[in-house]
């Protein structure tokens, strides 16, 4: 299994990035995938996370600006950030997993703990 990110850099406040998430070794569309940060001396922060049947859940700190979608065609995951805050400043990591139960295919068999990683890439967001 395989995640690799890209798309992060350096922005301004009130900024927008768009991350990718390209994977392979797995059945892209039956996995639950997500995105999630850490900052340095903060605890990892789940930031969206999206079902196999395109069911989305942000979280607090996104809510309203960032967006999650998915390519499953060419298995990419998406991170939309839109109105950036240096608060968002962190390294964001993609992630998968397989689903807790084969129904229902919504968010409700997406699990907590996440099985397969990326190796992030930084988002720094500048005043």
């Known amino acids: 299994v395989q995640l690799v990110e890209s798309g992060g850099g350096s922005v301004q406040a009130g900024g927008t990035l768009r991350l990718s998430c390209a994977t392979s070794?797995?059945?892209?569309?039956?996995?639950?995938l997500g995105w999630f940060r850490q900052a340095p001396g903060k605890e990892r922060e789940r930031v969206a996370i999206?079902?196999?049947?395109?069911?989305?859940s942000v979280g607090d700190s996104g809510k309203d600006r960032f967006s999650i979608t998915k390519n499953n065609g060419r298995g990419i995951v998406y991170l939309q950030m839109n109105n950036l805050r240096p608060e968002d400043t962190a390294m964001y990591y993609c992630?998968?997993?397989?689903?807790?139960?084969?129904?229902?295919?919504?968010?409700?068999?997406?699990?907590?703990?996440?099985?397969?990683w990326g190796q992030g890439t930084q988002v720094t967001v500048s005043s």
């Open positions: 992630a998968a997993a397989p689903p807790t139960r084969i129904w229902p295919y919504g968010l409700g068999s997406c699990p907590s703990e996440y099985n397969y």
């Open positions: 070794g797995f059945t892209f569309s039956t996995y639950c």
């Open positions: 999206i079902a196999r049947d395109g069911a989305t």
